[in-house]
């Protein structure tokens, strides 16, 4: 192949009349050069074709198109990583990197084959810089296996709502799950990054550029260019623009002491204006809202039964509010925005403790699980039906109520009961901004209930997108939705796109591209 | 020197855009931020302290020539100094001087000023006033009253109307209030009724330069010769031209007094005092030439030398030393009238837009700056917008007309007699 | 320095006829600034063939596609003062955004505001102020346009707290082709402002950098910024008269320390043990030349007090601590503030000294930059050395100590720079410390000689920067073919991004990289 015209197909020209059998023979001499190629730069051992492998990367807990990799492989170094992507480019072959165990938005399958560069094995933690509060990861690394060793340095990492056990932090902070902690200057936690391109060529954001780490004399600190932005180009890209093969990130302080607060709310409006007024006085760590299906869910250890139990003595919605010391006077760190946190709560008329309410188990839960992977097989978000759709976005705190009664209309409309519907918010940047999700819990087993989910879950997204909803976590169908209106922004990607990835062969078809 | 003399303001101006607003701490909203009409009104850079900064700069390197749009430039500014003010506040130089000198430049090239300003200068030369008016009938507006003539009579203090409170018929009530209050609180006051001549501010505005020394030279010596110790005149615009330009022309051996400040001094020797309660709201408008106008400029000679200092070192001018405090101590003293600020005051007061020859030359952007302020002045919820300055009061009054609007400009005089 | 035949026509008919001029009367006053000896006066500098005055977003798009069709290039710009908005060839118009001076709209409970590209950071704060809100300003002054720092620094005082070039949300962007890429939030027509980041490819990252585009990629028309809390009063609280201007906050709630300390080296452990406690809104290293300066009604007034003032001012550290949530917190984060002063030795300058009557206006400086323009009186001409980058603290203080201040000394030996050997910088936390930059001060005379000897010194610490494997930041133009090869080749990825998304070259055609290294 001499033309570089990867997903340009005629369909007026009528293709050739080939002998089905020659065309499977080409298939198969392609397959095997693929093979070969890669086999030559990883070695044997590190590439699979096992259908039964393949199949584990061809689809996920979304309902986005299934599409099956030719092969996984495994490298072991970047320069491998690199001479992959420069052969992919060869041989017009499309190049999907996944580094966390468990996929759910559809961002990791091969819808147009290709080979998956399974990361999830990198676990190496080059670095912990407990002066610059930074942790410098390899894609593999777990929240589980950071947490653990910055716990004895002192540090934190910034954790997302119970990530899975298997979820790469790496990914997390790529595709910016929100993080638990609304302050402001945690929204962008990525300060260096290096990027296998496209092209194959090396590429650091930041003060990394001008050296490797091994070489390098800055802190790989600054994120700030070279030239452009990339950090935030990359963010979210889900794979189109290259592959990211460590990350240095941003690492916080361990609290010494914390103090939880729960507040029971009878209205996400209620709960959002106290939430509001928080975010103004600039106190406390972890604060995020979830209503009485999404509690039920994570309390739940029993099965459905205790869910309902649980949910029925659930305040209608609950935030939950962190306040915490660290080195220096934590008492007093703590009293004083404890003080400043119930003076709030009295203007608001919302009464806070350190208990919820009927669910005595709440309260233990969350102080061991704002730091914690989700630990128990089944997730959270799947344990009473066995699976779940989520829709996400970022909206304000003061639109959720509107977003919140349209889902449920919707619900309505396919004949689900909207009290099933989890609902998670979480402020951004001392609420300039908030995450809100809905989980929509279905049972896999049944067809009839996943195809009313899929047909709710696609025209409740359409729903929220109309009532605003910002999808900057663009995945599958997603990324139709916005690029349908948005002409120019989809137009410039591609141009975008074209030149950093001129044969398309980095995740061809995510974000539309 | 001229020009020249401020090469290194010119060169070494970086562009900071200071002088195109009020100081920042000092700014209190969106649209009451800026302190250059001229920009306001023109938009382009060109129109600032620092674009015109860079027109004499590049006349004076020969990067370019005149063009009609050159004296546009130069002229489209009312000279009220808000630019210096800001600038000097960051900068050693001296914008206002430039925008002086720059008049006289183009005037020097035989190119100023412009055809609407040739009226008033003419009739300055032939009848000292530039309103066109007889020169015999300048005292008119006294003839009713009892007051000395000092061109006949010695008198400790002479009340100077100056040319507008002289024949402009809807303001000379305030020359005769103001005189008839000097009068009832028994200061030895006269006036040169017919003898009394312009004060040639409007000339030195547009850069004539020579025949305002020759007008300033006569008036200084006038004034000597006729033993005058105190001069007072309810016109910021002659009180600022005497302030300011008249030390660099002669020997002033007199005092030289705005009529507000008198009252003030009046009021806290407790010579004169109220008796009626006046209820309005008022704000009070500082007209450029009481406030940061009416500052003695240093007649500074000298150069510029390593890191910019100057030598010899100079004074310079900031706009505060002007008259500000006086004018709000009466309003103050007035039973009844309560002041509300507006948000540009002061050193940042905003012009009202007649100066530096632009009501003659370019009466649209006079009243749109005029218009501005009444704007400012309505946000107050003041139903009075008070000042001492006839170019302000009239042009004031234009801007109230152009913006549709209920309030009502009075001099402080008139509220002052109210209380009597 | 004349447009294309019919060129000229076109933006009049479009515009209207006072809104486009090209008379040399009115360019003048876009082709000369500070720093233009230096720089320009190598590459050469124009008068731009015209200005234009857009009133709108269609304005903008209008103007763009006659430019392109054409073929004149423009550069957008906001207050001008930076160097690259100066036309380094013929045939470039000035987009100047005066008529574009709208705030649109304030959104108080999701803190943010809309605004033009001629809105001043000290007109968007004085807004925001009265709803209890604030903007990190620029330390090139609070008169600069909001937008232009946005996409270039965005850096300012409160950044410890408030964040460093964070700021932009929704935008309106007009692009090369002359078409509106909606930013963020703008993306989708339901959404409004609120939020920077793209639905898709997040193009924001192509809007801002460490020096953004400067105009390279067509103009932003309006912008979203962020807001933030602010617990003081509802007008700038400044007392006094010019030149001599005070500030006055409420002491409950803002409090300025200036605390001395023994070495510079604990000085940075202050400023990370700072950084550590979560403490403050303000956390600099401020240099005697900058205090004083900034303190200095004359020129005159700072070289009588400087040679004695240099050697009483060393080493402090200026940390602002405000009390966002009440009088408590400022309670606390000064017992906290007072602990870290004791372990590391330092000092606060007493109230009722000179020291800190020269200094206390720098907490006016941090909430809205008044002062900083005052740097210029010095010695005419100023700027910050070149080759700095934005890392840790720990870098910041490295390269300052290493390189940056022996090559300064070089300029003060010929005279040229004034003399100063405090070796401290403008060195800046930013993001509670997780962020640090360092601006080493040069103040020289605004002429040729001195000028050369600043631009060498100015290249000669990017090339050590990058000697040194410490990262350079700032490489405006040309600078990046320097800086490039370096790091990463970066500079050809942004010129193949320049030349597909600009392919005539019309908008501001040599940034961000120009076609060539130079000559
Ligand atoms: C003394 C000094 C100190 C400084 N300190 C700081 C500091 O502390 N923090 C900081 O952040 N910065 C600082 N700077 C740099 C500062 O960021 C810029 O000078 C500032 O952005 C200038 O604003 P401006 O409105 O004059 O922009 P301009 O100079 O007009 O524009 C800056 C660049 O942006 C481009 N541009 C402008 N508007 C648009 C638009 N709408 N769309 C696209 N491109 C546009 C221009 O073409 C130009 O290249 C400093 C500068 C100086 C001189």
Known sequence: MTEKVLAKVDYLKPLPDMPYDVVMAGRREYHERVRTSLADIVGNDRITDDQQVLERYSHDKSFEPAGRPSFVVYPENVEQICRIVKKANELLLPVVPASSGTHCYGAAIPRMGGVVIDLSAWKTIYKIDHRNRATRIQPGVTYDELQRALESHGLRALFPLLPRKDQSVVTSHLEAQPKLIPEFNYSEPIYTAEIVLPSGDLFRTGTAAVAPPEANKTDLIGPWGPGFDWNRLYTRAQGTLGIVTWLNIMAEPLPTREKLFFTPCNSIDQAAHFTYRLGKKWIGYECFTLNRAALAMMLAEHGPDEYRTIKENAPAYLQIFCIAGLKRFPDERIAYQEADFFETARECNVSPSVQVPHIPRAASFFATHLRQCWDRDVYWKDMYKGASAEIFFITTMDRAAAHIAALQQEAIRFGYDPSDIGVYLQPIENGRAAHLEFIIPYDPGNAYEVRRVKDLWINASEAMYRLGAVFTRAYGYWADMVNRCNAVQYATARQIKEILDPNNIMNPGKLGL | ?420 | MSLPPGAYEALENALGAENVCDDPAVTSGYSYMWLLYSTHAQSGRYRPAAVVLPGSTKDVQTIVKIANRYKFSYIPVGTNLLPPTIPARPDTIIIDPKRMDKILQIDTQNMYAVVEPYVTYAQLQAEAMKVGLTITVAEAGAQVSVVANNMFQGMGGTGHKFGYNRGILGCDWVLPNGEILYIGSRGNPHAGWFWGDCAGLNLKGLLRADSGHCGGLGMVTTMAVKLFPYPGPKTFPVKGANPDFKVDFPKDLFRLNLIKFPDRKKLIEAMYEIGHAEIAAAVHEEPASMVLSGASPSVEYFWEKWPEFMKQWRNVLSVTLIGFSSPRQVVYEQKVLDQIVEELGGQYIREDSELWRIGEDNIGEQIRTGLSNRLFRVAGDFFVIGGFGFDSIDQSYKMSEEYMWPLIEEGQRKGHFIPDDTHNDWLNSYQLGHFSETEPLIFFEHDLDAGATFITSYMKTIQEALKRKMCTTWPLGPMNYIAGPHMCNYHELVLNIKRKLDPRLTSNPDYPVPQQPPG
Request: include cysteine; charged fraction near 25%; proline fraction near 5%.
């Open chain 2, 1 to 420: 020197m001229g020009l020249e003399k401020y090469r290194w303001d010119l060169v070494n101006c970086e562009r900071c855009s200071m002088c195109k607003w009020v100081h920042p701490w000092s700014i209190k909203s969106r649209d009451r931020a800026r302190i250059c009409p001229s920009m306001q009104k023109y938009k382009y850079d060109a129109y600032s302290a620092q674009g015109r900064f860079d027109l004499a700069r590049a006349l004076l390197e020969g990067e370019i020539d005149f063009t009609p749009k050159t004296l546009e430039v130069i002229y489209t500014c009312t000279l009220c100094g808000g630019c210096d003010v800001t600038c000097k506040f960051t900068r050693d130089m001296e914008p206002l001087e430039v925008l002086h000198e720059l008049r006289k430049y183009v005037v020097q090239k035989g190119k100023g000023p412009l055809p609407g300003h040739v009226p008033a200068v003419e009739s300055i030369r032939k009848n000292n006033n530039p309103w066109l008016q007889p020169a015999a009938r300048r005292g008119h507006w006294a003839r009713k009253m009892k007051v000395k003539d000092i061109m006949k009579e010695r008198a400790e203090v002479l009340y100077f109307a100056g040319c507008t409170y002289s024949y402009n018929a809807n303001l000379q009530h305030v020359a005769q209030a103001t005189l008839q209050l000097l009068i009832d609180t028994g200061v030895d006051v006269g006036i040169l009724g017919a003898a009394e001549a312009c004060c040639a501010s409007p000339v030195i505005k547009v850069g004539m330069e020579e025949l305002f020394r020759e007008r300033a030279a006569k008036n200084i010596e006038l004034f000597y010769d006729r033993g005058i110790k105190t001069v007072i005149t309810s016109c910021a615009g002659c009180y600022g031209v005497f302030k300011s330009q008249y030390p660099a022309v002669g020997d002033m051996k007199f005092e030289v007094l705005h009529s507000v400040e008198y009252l003030d001094r009046l009021i806290r020797e407790k010579r004169l005092s109220f008796t009626k309660t006046v209820p309005l709201k008022v704000t009070w408008h500082d007209p450029c030439h009481l406030g940061r106008g009416g500052e003695a400029q240093d007649l500074w000679e000298g150069v510029r030398i390593k890191w910019g200092l100057s030598d010899p070192p100079r004074h310079r001018n900031y706009g505060t030393n002007g008259i500000y405090d006086p004018p709000r101590n009466v309003i103050r003293a007035i039973p009844g009238v309560e002041l509300i600020e507006m948000e540009r005051i002061r050193e940042f007061s905003w012009c009202c837009g007649a100066g530096g020859g632009v009501k003659s030359a370019f009466p649209d952007f006079a009243v749109a700056t005029a218009k501005e302020r009444i704007e400012e002045a309505q946000e107050t919820g003041a139903e009075v917008l008070v000042t001492s300055c006839p170019w302000c009061e009239s042009n004031l009054s234009d801007g109230i007309t152009a913006a549709g609007s209920q309030l009502r400009v009075m001099s402080l005089v008139e509220i002052v007699r109210q209380a009597m």
